[in-house]
């Protein structure tokens, strides 16, 4: 397997940078997930890993060695594609072994490491069908199978999940985690989806604007987002910003209840009056949506248990004493970065 650096890399479309300095290092073994809104430029930046785009400036190192003007198939990288671009008229086999037959490996090998991939994915009942015969999960699997089957020392994938159903995707999830963690092959994934990025990776590299916001664990970003873009971009529903003279403080729904309901821990509770304007069931949670007094205007989101919070309680038009545990409070300046205070 492999570490992957990146230096300063930029790509440029004319006047456009759709990537834009980002530097960044993903230790051998590691499941990175790179997550942000459509058209952030990380998908360029995966080409750019894989070797299909040419960046602008900027180096990658792949095992400790520069492959700027390496080939793909040189870099030892594999990558999965959102269409999953199977051949239909290829059987499951065939799709698997062709990348083995482009570098004119032996059939005794290639049936070998297709028996492997295979197996390992659970696809052998597959193996003489054709593509259209597949549902979503078995074409993914095999779309997973053609890429491993290299042998690679770094897999890229492009927003594999994308095309599953709700369903499909949970348990999709928890299979390509699963295997990466048996393989320990390091790992870069694409996605849009928040819950796949938490979910998933051993880190995450939050993008915008072709520019990494903020480089953490799933609950380094959760918690304690480095900017407004990153606190309000994840979390579902997301952070609370209420702002008051150009200063910006934050706060997650599930921290914001009943005043009545919260423990004030070591550091005291901020207390606000909370007009409730409507509130949506889900089962298990019931979501507020509402104004604080004394800030400018923003919809404020409380996640509350509904077990504990009655129906009848939280009547929208009525002003609610709700706070927050000071420990979870945010603050963020002007310009959006965050700010520790003491």
Not at 13 to 31: K, M, N, R, Y
Not at 267 to 285: H, M, N, Q, T
Request: charge should be neutral; glycine fraction near 10%.
């Amino acid at each position: 397997m492999a570490a992957v650096l990146t230096r300063d890399i930029i790509k440029k479309f004319a006047d456009v940078s759709a990537v834009d300095g980002i530097t960044l290092t993903v230790p051998d073994g590691e499941f990175m997930v790179l997550l942000g809104p459509s058209g952030c430029g990380k998908t360029t930046f995966l080409r750019i890993i894989c070797g299909l785009e040419k960046q602008t400036s900027g180096d990658l190192l792949i095992d400790g060695n520069v492959v700027n003007d390496m080939p793909p198939r040189a870099r030892g990288v594999a990558m999965m594609f959102q269409s999953y671009g199977l051949y239909p008229h290829y059987t499951v086999r065939n799709n698997i072994a062709f990348p083995l037959r482009t570098q004119g490996v032996s059939r005794a090998e290639i049936a070998k490491k297709v028996e492997w991939a295979s197996r390992l994915l659970g696809i052998e009942r597959l193996l003489d069908r054709r593509p259209r015969q597949l549902s979503g999960g078995e074409r993914q699997r095999v779309a997973l199978a053609r890429a491993l089957v290299r042998e690679p020392t770094v897999l890229l994938l492009d927003e594999p999940l994308s095309n599953l159903d709700a369903k499909l995707r949970a348990s999709a999830r928890q299979d390509i985690k699963h295997f990466q963690q048996r393989v320990g092959v390091t790992t870069i994934y694409v996605t849009h989806d928040q819950v796949e990025a938490m979910g998933m990776g051993d880190r995450i590299a939050v993008i915008e604007q072709g520019r990494v916001r903020q480089v953490g664990t799933p609950m380094e970003i959760y918690n304690d987002p480095a900017d407004r873009f990153v606190a309000t971009f994840v979390g579902t529903p997301p952070m609370n910003l209420l702002s008051r003279d150009g200063k910006y403080l934050g706060f997650r729904p599930e921290n914001f209840l009943p005043s009545d309901m919260i423990d004030d821990g070591d550091g005291g509770i901020a207390e606000f009056s909370f007009r409730v304007d409507r509130s949506e069931y889900l089962g298990s949670e019931r979501i507020v949506y509402g104004v604080i007094e004394g800030f400018d205007a923003h919809v404020v989101t409380a996640k509350l248990p509904p077990a504990h919070v009655a129906e009848e309680s939280i009547r929208p038009g009525e002003w609610h004493p709700f706070g927050v545990r000071r420990s979870a409070l945010r603050y963020f300046d002007q310009d959006g970065k965050r700010v520790v205070r003491q």
